[in-house]
C-alpha cells in the first residue's frame, strides 16, 4: 500500500470556523509533512514532523495547528482562517525525514475560506 | 515550443517527440534532487530522483541530468504521450529544507 489518503477532499469553512483536515499513511513511514498549494505555483512546506515529533515549522500563523497522534496519521487543525488561506493542503510522508528518500503525496484538501 | 510569463511556463511537444523540462535550483549546497509530476485534481507523483554524487540517472522513458556547475537540473521524456500531460515541478533538498521550483506545464499535442 503506497497511498497517503486525506479528508475532506473539499472544504469549505468562515473566518469564524473550527475545522480539521485529515490524513493517513500505511507504508510505516516516520516522516510527515503538511504542505500548502496556491493555484499555479508549486506546494510550500508548512511542517514536518519526525517520529511523531514537530521538527519544522517553517513559520506558519498560529492559526493553523498540527497535530501527529500516531505514526499513521497527521491533523492540521484551523482556526479563524482568512480568505487568502485558500489554497490547496497537500499531505506527504516519507521513510524518513530529508536524505534522499521519496515523499508520497495525498490528493489533497481543497481548501475555500469565505 | 516553450512561453514563459504571467502564468505558468508551458512547453508543448508533438505526441511521440522527446521532451526536455529544464530547471535551475537555487542551493549549492542541495545534495537531492526529485521530479514530479502533477496532474489536475492530484498531488504530486514522484517520477524520478538523484542525489548529488552523480549527473545522470535513468528510468522508464525518463532521463534526469544534474549540473551542479550551472546548478540546473533537466527531466526528459521519451517518445512523449498524451498521459504525460501535467505540471512537472523539480524539488532540492538541502539541510532540513525541501523547496519546490516553479513548474512547467507540458502540454503533449497530437
Known amino acids: 500500500d503506497t497511498e497517503v489518503t486525506q479528508t475532506p477532499k473539499h472544504l469549505v469553512m468562515g473566518m469564524t470556523n473550527k475545522k480539521s483536515l485529515k490524513c493517513e499513511q500505511h507504508?510505516?513511514?516516520?516522516?510527515m509533512y503538511w504542505y500548502k498549494q496556491k493555484a499555479k505555483k508549486p506546494p510550500e512546506l508548512m511542517f514536518v514532523?519526525?517520529?511523531?515529533?514537530?521538527?519544522i515549522n517553517e513559520s506558519v500563523p498560529s492559526r493553523f495547528s498540527p497535530e501527529c497522534p500516531n505514526s499513521s496519521l497527521l491533523n492540521l487543525h484551523l482556526h479563524a482562517l482568512q480568505p487568502e488561506d485558500s489554497a490547496l493542503y497537500l499531505c506527504?510522508?516519507?521513510?524518513?525525514?530529508?536524505?534522499?528518500?521519496?515523499?508520497?503525496f495525498g490528493p489533497g484538501t481543497r481548501l475555500t475560506v469565505t | 515550443g516553450e512561453s514563459v510569463g504571467l502564468h505558468l511556463p508551458t512547453l508543448s511537444v508533438q505526441e511521440g517527440d522527446n521532451s526536455i523540462i529544464n530547471c535551475a535550483y537555487s542551493?549549492?549546497?542541495?545534495?537531492?534532487f526529485i521530479w514530479y509530476k502533477q496532474e489536475s485534481g492530484k498531488g504530486p507523483q514522484f517520477i524520478i530522483d538523484?542525489?548529488?554524487?552523480?549527473d545522470k540517472r535513468q528510468g522508464q522513458r525518463v532521463t534526469v541530468l544534474l549540473n551542479k556547475t550551472v546548478k540546473h537540473l533537466s527531466l526528459q521524456i521519451a517518445a512523449t504521450q498524451p498521459g504525460d500531460s501535467a505540471v512537472y515541478f523539480c524539488?532540492?533538498?538541502?539541510?532540513?529544507?525541501?523547496?519546490f521550483g516553479p513548474g512547467t506545464r507540458l502540454s503533449v499535442l497530437p
Open positions: 506527504a510522508s516519507s521513510q524518513e525525514r530529508w536524505g534522499s528518500y521519496e515523499q508520497y
Open positions: 507504508m510505516g513511514h516516520r516522516a
Open positions: 514532523y519526525s517520529y511523531e515529533k514537530l521538527s
Open positions: 542551493n549549492s549546497a542541495s545534495d537531492y
Open positions: 538523484i542525489r548529488s554524487n552523480m
Open positions: 524539488a532540492e533538498n538541502y539541510g532540513q529544507n525541501f523547496v
